[in-house]
Structure formats: structure tokens, C-alpha cells
């Protein structure tokens, strides 16, 4: 009787906010992937020499930040573009700075990634991968623009089934390597992209906007360019930090932990994938305001209620997936979990300031707790170790919440 009134509650308070069918098989993909990715990842640590799984960690690190490169924000600024127009449609400039930003990075992150110490062997396989990733990635823009997360959410969950099927196969059976995984990746995204492609296979190319709208998309573009760079390299700045100013150790005892939290939040992505195209909306119809209020009051219920079982579980539950060698976790882990709301708000802050184009003004934010971190990860990350990774990623997910809503506030009263 009790859980009926609580979901007749919720239905009445949240049941129009976005389409929640398409939350569920984006959250089904995100959670499902993101336990597969987190099997894949212990089964690689398991069955892999630490210097092995170390530089595939690196390798991965790398090419998610080229990643970043190759979408060059243009697929945030597709969905803005198709929610706005109600229209399947591809612009032809879009098209021409996508390829633009391929043709200029592709060739600059191979000879990157050599100069790193790749092997041309692996960046062979997952340069291209990424590559693939990238442009399902904006196809992907329109089936959200469309408010079809449902047909995203399967096609992806499809796609992390191959990658981390296929993977874990070929290294527990045959005691496969790198190259391996890469096969398996690149594979996987290829099948993914075709899905896609079939699936909008309606799609209008190059109709909605004229070439001569080249210059402002551009630089449209860049600012999203900017803040999707910066939300990775904050994500992946702890990591950096601990390689550069501690050891191996202390790398894999925080992304132990962060692996988790990266699983978790996989909920909140969800929602704020189906939200945006209707904060979008609310714009132009007045809602705006209403829909970033009760998302945050239901994000935050969340994410508190996340945080205080992620805490008291978090000894039974680094125990369980890592074993005794990682006990060191658990403080990480717990010091991580108590943040959880604050980091539910930090992002969907994020999504009503990019539905509002104010990318420029979201990328200073983040450019402000990517420095905070810093300061603090320098100070304390030698004197505490991975704990002090923790105290960094406090005070950036705090000062970026915090940041973002008093510029949504003050405009709000104006």
C-alpha cells in the first residue's frame, strides 16, 4: 500500500517532466553497460599483468579525450537544434565543421598517440573506433532532439554487449591482449553505427540550414566543444593527478572507487538525457523555471537517498567486487558517495545552462572547478594520498553546483 502511494506520488509530481520510456531504456543502457564495462574492467585487472592494465587505462584515457575532439560539441548543438525545429533534419554546415574536425584531429591524435608510446598496432583500432563512436554519437543527437532515448538506449546497450561480450571471451578463453579488445571495440561500434543509420534511415541530410550559416555554427559550436572537454578532463584530472604526483597504487585504489560512482550516476544521465530536449522546449513556452525545480528537488531526493545506502554499503560492497587487496577503497569510495546529490545537481545545472546557450559561461564554471581541483589535488594528494584526489573532487562538484546556481538565479530574478 505504501510503495502504490508513493508511485501514485511521484507520477503526479514528475509524471510529465520527459518521456519515461525512454528514461528507463537509457537508464536500462547506461546501468546495464556500465556493469557490463565494470566487469570487463575487473576481469581485465584479474586476468592482465598490472603494467598491462595500466596502459590500457592510459590508452582508454587517451582516446576518450579524442573523442571529445571528433564531436567538437556538435552533437549537444544537433539536439538543441532538432528539439527546437520538431524536425529530423542534419544541417549542412553542421556537416561540414564534423568533417572539418575529423579531418584535422584524426591525423593529429595518431601521431599524438605515438609520440605517447601507442603502438600503431592499437591506435589502428581504436582511433577508428572512436572515430565511429563519434559519428553514432551524433546521429544519436537527432533520436534525442526526437525525444527517442528508447531507441538510443537499445542500439547502445547492444553495442557495450559486443564490446564487453566479445572481450571478456577472448581474454579469459585464449589469454588475449590489447588488440584483442581493440578488434572487439572497433567491431562493436561499426554494428552500432549501422543500427543507427537504419533506424533513421528517413533522416534529411544538409536541409536545414544554408552553408552560409557555416561561420556561426562555428562558433556555436566551439564553446560546447569546450565544455564537453572540460567535463572530461575533470573526471579524468584526478586520475592524471595521482599518476603524476603518486604511483599506480594510489591510481588504481581511487578509480576503484570511481568506476562505481561512474556506474551509479548512470541514473541521473538518464533523466538529464530526456530532460534537456524539454528544458529546451520550456524556453520558448515558459516552463523553463518549473522544469529545472522539480528536476533538481527529484534529482537531489536521489541522489541523497544513493548517497546514504552507497555509504553504509560501501565496505560489503569493495569487499565483494575488488577483494582485500583494494580495503583502501572504501574510504575513497565512502568520501565519494556523500556527494552524490551534489553531483546530480552540478549536472543538470549543466543541462539548463546549455539549453539556455550559455555554453561560454558554462565552460568558465567548469574551467573554475578544473582549477580548484587542481590547487587542492596538488597540496593534497602528496600528503594524503588517494583520500586527497577525494578532497579535490569536493570542492570542484561543490564550487560548480554552487557557481551555476547563483548565474541561473540572478538571471532568473531579472
Known sequence: MALAKAASILRAYAGDLVHWRGVFWQTLHLAGGGGLYLVLWLVLARFWPVETFGHFNFLFAFISVSGIFFD??????????VAGSGR??????????????????????????????IPWQELGLFLPGVLVLSLTALLNSVLRGMDRLDLEGRIGLGQKLVFAGGTILGVVLWQRQIVWVGQCYLISHLLALALTVWRLRRLRWGTAVPMAAFKPLLREAWPLWGVALLSLLARRADVFFLETLMNERAVGIFSAASRLIEGITVVGSAYMAAVFPRL???????????????????????????????????EPLVALLYGDAYQETVPVLEGMMLLMAVIFLADLLGQGMMAKAWQGRYMLALGLGLAATAAVAWYAIPRFGAMGAVYGYWVREVLLAAVLTAVLAVHASR
Open 72 to 81: 567538437f560539441g556538435l552533437d549537444v548543438l544537433l539536439t538543441r537544434l
Open 88 to 117: 529530423a533534419e542534419i544541417p549542412a554546415a553542421l556537416l561540414v565543421v564534423k568533417a572539418s574536425a575529423v579531418a584535422v584531429f584524426f591525423p593529429l591524435f595518431a601521431v599524438i598517440g605515438k609520440w605517447a608510446g
Open 280 to 314: 529546451v522546449n520550456g524556453l520558448g513556452q515558459g516552463g523553463f523555471g518549473s522544469i529545472l525545480r522539480r528536476s533538481a528537488l527529484f534529482l537531489g531526493l536521489a541522489g541523497l537517498v544513493i548517497g546514504v545506502l552507497g555509504f553504509v554499503g560501501a
